[in-house]
Nanobody, 128 residues
């Protein structure tokens, strides 16, 4: 199964910002909903944000609402996660995945159910 490629992670101080990217050269992301997920050490993977195929619908986990923004650029075949006001508890490996099975239809969902093409992730560390 084709994998997405995440990038943009790194070390940032609390209150800082990072922008993560999710892309692939193997197929177009324009037709699928895409989600961002994260997994912190010793914790289960959780959904962070998702965006519908049209880009009209975005949904955020309560823990990141107002701080993170998901967006897509069809011309660059990329999905972005702008992360502002980062906190130590945002430290995790961040993954993206597609709803290539069409489970969510014209919308998207904060769930790993039905999501495919998981990338290897990019590490975000928030620490002073």
């Amino acid at each position: 199964q084709s994998q997405l490629v995440e990038s943009g992670g790194g070390l940032v101080q609390p209150g800082g910002s990072l922008r993560l990217s999710c892309s692939t050269f193997e197929y177009t992301l324009e037709y699928w909903a895409v989600g961002w997920f994260r997994q912190a050490p010793g914790k289960e993977r959780e959904a962070v944000a998702c965006i519908s195929s049209s880009g009209d619908i975005t949904i955020y986990a309560d823990s990141v609402k107002g701080r993170f923004t998901i967006s897509k650029n069809n011309a660059k075949n990329a999905i972005y996660l702008q992360m502002n006001k980062l906190r130590p508890e945002d430290t995790a490996v961040y993954y993206c995945a597609t709803d290539s099975g069409g489970v969510y239809g014209a919308s998207c969902g904060l769930s790993s159910y039905g999501m495919h093409n998981w990338g290897k992730g990019t590490l975000v560390t928030v620490s002073s």
